[in-house]
């Protein structure tokens, strides 16, 4: 029976020579580390340096999150990847009405510069990369991180890692927005020039195809729109008087990587070739970093179940190889009991060991691009990349990925693809094991981790007593001076980060910039 891809395109049963009538070698593969970069963006890839291996964590309060950081350090994580709870997302104290039953839930809960202290105690913040995986309130976590990591001793020209910071993403599948997309993409730009200055070796974005894939996106539709994102980030950022090669060298991205690992292995070498040409031609940027298209990659979790959660094992196995054939920079690979709960100790280390099996016991990392010039990969990349390039040249009808946002139309398409999914699955066309087909009676029961609710009550006591105790007379110019910074043409990233350092919290300084910019309400853009 004839297959086709995720993204509806046909998977030939036998692929040869007479699929690439039209490839030309040179202008479409390259050699690694050169334009278009297809082949991944350094010359030799993980031959002399392995890609990072992150473990996306945090839960709780600081302290506990603290901890597990420790152990993660030990077990050989090269890059830490902080996970904060909704209310963090949202820009909402701990103490806040509608903060109530979700404080530290899906990740740490952090409401100010003395959380995020405790956070990072003992972890040497001028030696360790770490990601944030953060949006709306992407500056407000990244002022703090820049204080604790000085306070340590650690000049801000020395910390390095990733703010995730992509807020319109946030409008199409994932919900944690807060102000309207105009003032955000403001944000995003301000956050792009401070950090020029004052933070040259940090990411300052990572445009995330990953939650849009979560949502149902396809392949290529998880590439289209999130490169289509990327071009208004870029913008947004030209708009600020920035040029396109004192910005574009930090901007990175985030995927997805499914179970179906020949089509996920293409969409990487898709996304690098489509970016670098944008760029080349479209942007005229002229400095080869400005071209590379640098991703983080993350398993899919929407493919985990709770049935037989071990078999997640394979899945997870399967996705992080797709990730390292596909020319990842740095991989978070899922733990088997996602499913159910926040990961245990042991599954998070059984899935971070499998990034280590995959990068010390395996041939992998010994050669670039392993799959170059395969006849399936090579047109399979085709297609992805013909088909991608097609769909963001209707986003561009539009008017743009805000436009197209208003109109709804990236949201419509993938809620499309997530149904034809799930009808899929429950007419048994698509199988998963242990959940359609393969199950078994009588499953082991599983203990998950929970979270203590009394965090909630020790957080709004800690807010309660930093309020009292703070100079109210330093926070109150901190607040006036950022909310007049908002109302003009400033960058606002300097007044917050005064603000921050005179004891406002989270919540205060997006409750401030709420004041000036407004809320986003859905439908209302």
Not at 3 to 15: F, M, W
Not at 27 to 41: A, H, M
Not at 396 to 423: N, P
Request: proline share 5%; with cysteine.
């Amino acid at each position: 029976m004839e297959r086709t891809s995720e993204s509806g395109l046909p998977i030939d049963a036998v692929y040869d020579e007479s699929k690439l009538t039209d490839f030309r070698p040179a202008e479409k593969l390259g050699k690694p580390g050169e334009y278009p970069f297809t082949r991944g963006v350094y010359p030799r890839m993980y031959v002399d340096r392995p890609w990072t291996m992150r473990q996306y964590a945090g839960f709780a309060t600081a302290k506990e999150s603290n901890r597990r950081y420790h152990e993660l350090i030990e077990a050989g994580t090269t890059g830490l990847s902080v996970a904060f709870d909704l209310p963090t997302q949202m820009g909402y104290d701990s103490d806040a009405p509608v903060a109530h039953g979700e404080v530290g839930k899906v990740g740490v809960a952090i409401d100010g510069v003395d959380d995020m202290r405790t956070l990072f105690d003992q972890i040497p913040l001028g030696t360790v990369s770490t990601s944030m995986t953060i949006n709306a309130p992407a500056a407000v976590l990244l002022l703090m991180y820049q204080t604790v990591g000085e306070e340590q001793g650690v000049s801000p020209a020395q910390l390095t890692g990733t703010i995730q910071n992509d807020v319109l993403k946030e409008y199409i599948a994932r919900g944690t927005y807060i102000y309207p997309p105009r003032p955000s993409l403001r944000l995003v730009a301000d956050t792009f020039a401070y950090c020029r200055a004052e933070l040259p070796k940090w990411n300052t974005i990572s445009i995330s195809g990953y939650h849009m894939a979560e949502a149902g996106a396809t392949p290529v539709q998880e590439i289209a729109f999130t490169l289509a994102n990327a071009k208004e980030y870029v913008r947004a950022a030209l708009s600020a008087g920035m040029s396109v090669d004192e910005f574009a060298p930090r901007l990175s991205f985030f995927f997805v990587a499914r179970t179906t690992l020949l089509e996920e292995v293409a969409k990487f070498r898709a996304a690098r070739r489509l970016w670098a040409g944008i760029m080349k031609n479209e942007f005229k940027a002229e400095d080869p970093r400005s071209q590379m298209l640098r991703f983080h990659t993350q398993t899919a979790g929407v493919q985990l179940t709770a049935q037989q959660p071990e078999v997640n094992l394979i899945r997870v196995s399967l996705q992080a190889l797709a990730a390292v054939l596909g020319g990842t920079q740095s991989l978070h690979t899922n733990s088997y009991d996602e499913a159910l709960a926040l990961p245990s100790a042991k599954a998070a280390r059984l899935a971070f060991r499998t990034q280590q099996v995959i990068a010390y016991e395996s041939d992998l990392p010994a050669t670039a691009d392993p799959f170059a010039g395969s006849y399936a990969i090579e047109s399979m990349t085709d297609d992805i990349a013909g088909a991608a390039e097609a769909l963001m040249d209707r986003v561009e009808d539009m008017g743009g990925a805000v436009a197209a946002i208003e109109r709804g139309f990236q949201k419509a398409e993938i809620e499309g693809s997530a149904y034809r999914v799930a009808r899929e699955i429950d007419e048994g066309e698509r199988v998963i094991v242990g959940v359609n087909r393969f199950t078994t009676k009588g499953e082991e029961p599983y203990q998950p981790l929970r979270v203590d609710p009394s965090i909630e009550a020790e957080q709004a006591e800690k807010l309660a007593l930093l309020k009292e105790q703070r100079d109210k007379a330093a926070f109150a110019r901190g607040i006036a001076v950022l909310k007049s910074a908002a109302e003009s043409t400033d960058n606002v990233l300097y007044p917050l980060r005064d603000a921050l350092r005179a004891d406002a919290t989270l919540g205060e300084v997006c409750d401030a910039l709420r004041d000036v910019w407004g809320e986003y309400e859905p439908g209302e853009i």
